[in-house]
């Protein structure tokens, strides 16, 4: 069995993970990122494309089919691909593709929010329903690039020209941002948190660098990402949180979320937690803990990766004969 990816996100780790674990590994990569990846020796095989799209092609899904290998999805793996067009994959995908889907359409996620009972931000169906500070989200896994804020309706239009597809008006909540990565197991039924990061954004958090009389909109494309540690007296309801998205989705797409997923929280200075996206696959942010995820670690005694844990967890399925439950 191969563990493969994108040579994108969080690659190095997913192959790191694997190659600890026994794993073979493969590769898909344009020309341009093959040179870097080269550089790590993580990756068996490099399989060069012109486009990432090019996954779905039947001729390399057969070789991948024909090489026994598993993919692994991630934020880039999404984008350049697609939640819907992933459903079509005939590759084995570690995970429920089905979740990708529920994860990109906002709408979807939102009913999902609402049904685990999770505190969420005020959603605007239509621009004229803003009556607050709003951030305006553009669709798919875009790093923030294109976010802007507005207040009411007449600096929507001015921003946008028009309501696009995908846009979602969301309440710009102001508090501390929290990005806690979880693993569920379907085969332990165990729901574990492995680490928190923030998302380092240009421009926004280089605006308090600038003097207040120099005005510069923020914009909120990710080009990093920071550790850190909530306070251990939030982590209880952040638990909450996990357990009744994990509950909820089996009901709403069984067999539900599993592996690696990622809250993305919002904490006021009331010490208030709003859930305003979830990312249903590893995210690039639990690269920061390598080589060891801190709650992953105070559990396990051990360190831990979330690409080991993904190895672990295929290894374990694969050992006990349950690999249909860990893969779609």
């Given at each position: 069995m191969i563990i493969g990816t994108i040579a994108?996100?969080?690659a190095l780790q997913?192959?790191?993970g694997a190659k600890d674990e026994g794993f073979e590994t493969l590769l898909i990569s344009d020309e341009k990122r093959k040179s870097f990846y080269e550089r790590f020796n993580l990756a068996d095989e490099i399989i060069t494309v012109k486009s990432f799209s090019q996954v779905m092609s039947e001729g390399l899904q057969e070789k991948l089919i024909e090489k026994n290998v598993i993919l692994v999805p991630h934020g880039s793996f999404v984008e350049y691909v697609g939640a819907k067009a992933m459903l079509e994959l005939k590759v084995p995908v570690f995970g429920n593709k089905r979740v990708l889907e529920w994860e990109s359409e906002r709408e979807k996620s939102f009913e999902w929010f609402k049904r685990a009972g999770i505190k969420m931000p005020q959603e605007f169906k239509k621009p004229e329903d803003i009556d607050r500070l709003c951030i305006v989200k553009l669709g798919g896994a875009k790093?923030?690039?294109g976010y802007k804020l507005v207040r009411n309706a007449e600096e929507f239009y001015r921003e946008f020209g028009e309501l696009k597809e995908g846009m979602v008006l969301q309440e710009y909540i102001v508090?501390?941002?929290f990005y806690p990565s979880f693993f569920y197991s379907p085969l332990s039924k165990e729901n574990d948190l492995f680490s928190i990061d923030i998302r380092y954004e240009a421009n926004a958090d280089a605006l308090s660098r600038l003097p207040p009389t120099i005005r510069v909109d923020p914009?909120?494309?990710v080009t990093g990402n920071l550790p850190v540690v909530m306070r251990e007296s939030l982590l209880p309801e952040v638990f909450e949180f996990a357990d009744s998205l994990v509950y909820e989705s089996k009901k709403l797409f069984p067999p539900g979320l599993y592996g690696p997923y990622c809250l993305e929280l919002c904490c006021t200075d009331e010490l208030e937690l709003y859930l305003f996206e979830i990312s249903a696959r590893i995210v690039a942010g639990?690269?920061?803990w390598i080589p060891y995820a801190p709650y992953a670690y105070l559990k396990?005694?051990?360190?831990?990766?979330?690409?080991?844990r993904i190895a672990m967890e295929i290894?374990?399925?694969?050992?006990?004969?349950?690999m249909k439950e860990i893969v779609s």
């Open positions: 994108s996100h969080s997913i192959l790191r790093g923030g690039r508090g501390t941002r914009t909120y494309v639990t690269n920061v396990y005694g051990e360190a831990m990766t979330m690409g080991g290894k374990e399925a694969e050992r006990e004969g349950r």
